[in-house]
């Protein structure tokens, strides 16, 4: 009874992970497999309404799974010495590994209404109209911002006319969130984290993949449990915060925010 009762629950976490493993080649290598289900829950906080989110949330879908497809892989990532025998981590010993990250991925992107429908520890993407914060790029040209993140595991806005414009940024945002960043490199252009022109390219790098592999991994020592979700976080309070920065100057519909 009360294990239909949780299978009924709604699938909360923006990283839920299940049938986690871990094999030791005792050569320096761990191989993780895994079983991931990434949710991003998008809130609609435009004023005049966003008529295609549909599509850019399918599209964001679509390249969230497509890049986070294969797996990843990482060397010289210093953690705890695992042993395969107690099937643990000595928290007493600190080693370095590279990480073969074996994982599958189930991607969700749904929308959400109102604020009571996002819990703890999700993932959200805000849709806006407009972001006023801007910066200066390394060549000192200053620059508009089309979305804005605050660092790994915050919320990610991205304002709808620039989505619009490329329905790649949704998930340039959401990246961030995954903890990539930005890259400005003009010999890079062809990057989806490349965020100094409108039409930049759509590549995410082998070690970009291993970078988000190993924050979805989040502590590594809960890898040793069979199961994970990223439980820390407290996504309410980050998006009231993040929304209302007054440097990041968002423009948003309130009533639509409570
Ligand atoms: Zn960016």
Redesign the pocket.
């Given at each position: 009874m009360r294990f239909a009762m949780l299978q009924n629950q709604p699938l909360t976490g923006g990283i839920v992970a299940k049938n986690l493993r871990i094999s030791d080649n005792g050569n320096g290598e761990l191989s993780l497999y895994g079983d991931f289900t990434i949710t991003l829950k998008v809130l609609d906080l435009t004023t005049n309404g966003a008529p295609n989110l549909n599509s850019l949330m399918t599209f964001t879908q679509q390249v969230i799974s497509n890049k986070l497809r294969g797996g990843g892989y990482k060397s010289g990532v210093s953690i705890h010495k695992y042993n395969e025998n107690q099937k643990a981590f000595n928290k007493n010993k600190i080693w370095s590994y590279s990480i073969r990250y074996n994982f599958n991925f189930m991607v969700n992107v749904i929308q959400i209404n109102m604020l009571s429908q996002l819990k703890g520890n999700d993932f959200v993407l805000a849709v806006v109209d407009t972001i006023g914060h801007q910066f200066t790029d390394q060549y000192g040209q200053i620059q508009g911002s089309a979305?804005l993140?605050q660092g790994a595991g915050w919320p990610a806005a991205v304002s709808y006319n620039s989505w619009l414009r490329n329905k790649y940024f949704g998930a340039?945002?959401f990246f961030?969130t995954l903890d990539l960043n930005?890259i400005e490199d003009g010999n890079k252009k062809n990057r989806l984290?490349y965020?100094l022109s409108d039409n930049s390219g759509h590549v995410i790098s082998d070690a970009e993949k291993g970078d988000m592999m190993q924050y979805i991994v989040g502590n590594i020592n809960d890898m040793a449990k069979k199961e994970y979700s990223n439980i820390n976080l407290n996504t309410v309070s980050r998006v009231r915060i993040f929304l209302n920065k007054s440097i990041y100057a968002i423009k948003y519909n309130k009533a639509k925010f409570r």
């Open positions: 979305g993140t340039h945002e961030h930005d984290m965020h």
